[in-house]
Structure formats: structure tokens, C-alpha cells
């Protein structure tokens, strides 16, 4: 997986966060929220960004339950890459997300981020572990 322009995606029902890969494939760096109350609206404007960054795979967060099972947050998500796939031909791929946005406040907590100011950057970190993940997993399944 390495060398190819991704986007990580950490789907909510009012913000998704964003995050894209490094020109190595090594490192996830935030790039924002969308606004996501509309799931058509949030497809279309998560595939505008992956063709404006070139991106050549989407990472989309699974949040699977904490037992392992799958909830109506999953098929929210499953639905969010059906959705996406109508906007743009590159392929989409899940990561098991549990805990990200847990980790998010975590790190952002540690870092001295004020409670009210971390509403704006909480998805698009979260959208950066998630991509993250995925590439280190990627990369240590080699």
C-alpha cells in the first residue's frame, strides 16, 4: 500500500473527518470535517475531496461494537461506501475503528486542547488513526 495517495474517512452524522496519506504512504495527516447530516451530500463531497487529492483508495472507519459485532452504525457506513463508489472509480476499504475518536479526545486532552475547541479537529484526528492504522497494518501484514 505503500506509494499511493489515500483518504481516511471517519464517517459521523454531523461531521466526518478527513485525513490523507503522505507521498510515501507512511504518515496520515488531518485535512478537516465535511459537514455529513445528509449521507448523498457527505458521499458526493468525500468523493470531490479524494479526486482533488488524487487519492487512489478511500479508508473508510468501521465502528464495530466493542464485542465485535456489527451495529446500525456499520450499515450506515457499508451504505456511506455504496454511496461513494456512484461518485468515483478507485477502490474503498474498511478499518476497524473501535476506540479512535476515544484516543482522539485522549491525545488531544494530553496535548492541553481546550474541551470547546476540540469539537472543530476530533473527527478529522480521528479520520488521521484510522488512516493511520490502516497503513501500519498494511504495511506490518507484509
Known amino acids: ?18 485525513a490523507y496519506s503522505d507521498a510515501l504512504g507512511l504518515y496520515a495527516v488531518g485535512m478537516g470535517n465535511i459537514k455529513s447530516y445528509n449521507i448523498e ?25 466493542m464485542n465485535g459485532t456489527f451495529g446500525e452504525k456499520v450499515e450506515k457506513v457499508t451504505k456511506l461506501g455504496e454511496l ?8 474503498i ?14 491525545i488531544l486532552q ?3 486542547v481546550r474541551a470547546k475547541n476540540r469539537k472543530q479537529i476530533i473527527d478529522s484526528l480521528a479520520a488521521e488513526l484510522i488512516l493511520q492504522g490502516y497503513m501500519d497494518k498494511c504495511r506490518n501484514t507484509k
Open 1 to 18: 500500500m505503500a506509494n499511493i495517495k489515500m483518504l481516511g474517512v471517519d464517517y459521523g452524522e454531523a461531521r466526518t473527518g478527513l
Open 41 to 65: 451530500k457527505a458521499a458526493e463531497d468525500i468523493a470531490a475531496k479524494a479526486k482533488e487529492i488524487g487519492a487512489e483508495l478511500i479508508v473508510i472507519g468501521k465502528p464495530v461494537n
Open 84 to 91: 461513494i463508489r456512484l461518485h468515483i472509480d478507485i477502490p
Open 93 to 106: 476499504d474498511y478499518y476497524d475503528e473501535r476506540l479512535t475518536t476515544v484516543s482522539a479526545h485522549q
Open 110 to 112: 494530553t496535548s492541553g
